[in-house]
């Protein structure tokens, strides 16, 4: 498990070291107050990308800026990436409240929205390539954003995550090291009511459904692999794919450790499970960029 110094002095080294990531203090509605980072390569893309990244419990911003290559990639590629930032729940991300897992309702999820509406707006991004990724608890919120937020997001990818709504109504802290060790030591449930909790979560909603990546570690005992296994029965019936292939070895694309889980024929859900691989399971940018769709 990644331990993180203060949020302050993170952002500092980063800015020193990295010298692109940047707070934005007025970007629309944020009931809970999450904090806003954003970094812009020199060279944008005509109707840029968005990359939504999350960070896990007890980190920052710009740790998580540092901590992913995705960066370097940003000149090349010209997409833009957005670090929102909690400092709540011990920098933990809200997943189990009410407000994140509905649509349109309050919580560090509608903050999250007003972040991607607010650099779609200011350089003329792309709405049909805005994308999510996080590990840890940011993998769990990034569950939460597709789930509640289908309508904005073509896909998503969680390194060491928990299925939508799998935190819900929990009273202690949303996180592997809370009271409520329930959801992160794998619960279960069928993939038909997995799937209900993400149509609750919006009502109606009838258009498409973002495409998903699952990674996980074999050897994770702070979030057990279970809960990867349940996120992919949840995105397996909200999306209508069934496993089709698995694939082991160096065939591989996260590394020979892994095994690969194939739903469906067109790119839709695919899971990522690595042998003697612990927490937070490693983001391979190339996989993630090329599901997304940007590589």
């Known amino acids: 498990m990644k331990v993180f110094t203060t949020a302050t002095a993170l952002l500092a080294s980063a800015n020193s070291a990295l010298g692109a990531l940047t707070q934005v203090t007025s970007f ?45 990639y940003q000149e090349s590629l010209g997409f833009i990436l957005i670090y929102p930032q909690t400092t709540k729940y011990s920098n933990c991300w809200d997943v189990n409240n009410a407000g994140s897992l509905t649509h349109g309702g309050n919580g560090d999820a509608l903050g999250i929205i007003s972040m991607v509406n607010y650099t779609l707006d200011k350089y003329k991004g792309d709405k049909s390539k805005v994308f999510v990724m996080g590990g840890s608890s940011g993998a769990m919120m990034t569950n939460v954003m597709v789930g509640s937020y289908p309508d904005v997001f073509e896909a998503g990818a969680a390194y060491s995550g928990t299925a939508f709504a799998c935190f819900a109504g929990s009273k202690s802290d949303p996180t592997p090291f809370g009271a409520n060790q329930t959801c992160a030591q794998g619960l279960t449930h069928t993939p038909e009511d997995w799937a209900k909790y993400v149509y609750n979560a919006y009502p109606g909603y009838t258009g498409k459904r973002p495409r998903f990546l699952v990674a996980h570690g074999l050897a994770d005992t702070l979030v057990r692999p279970q809960c990867a296994y349940e996120q992919l029965k949840q995105w397996s019936a909200v999306l209508g794919v069934k496993n089709t292939a698995n694939q082991t070895g160096a065939s591989v694309d996260e590394g020979s450790q892994y095994t690969k889980m194939v739903y469906g024929t067109d790119n839709k859900l695919v899971g990522y499970f690595g042998q003697g691989v612990g927490h937070i399971a490693p983001p391979v940018e190339p996989v993630m960029l090329k599901f997304f769709g940007l590589q």
Not at 49 to 65: K, M, R
């Open 28 to 72: 629309g509605t944020n009931p809970s107050g999450v904090q806003m980072f954003i970094s812009v390569p020199s060279k944008l893309a005509a109707s840029p990308a968005i990359i939504v990244a999350l960070h896990p419990c007890g980190g920052a911003a710009s740790s998580w800026y540092s901590g992913t290559k995705l960066p370097s």
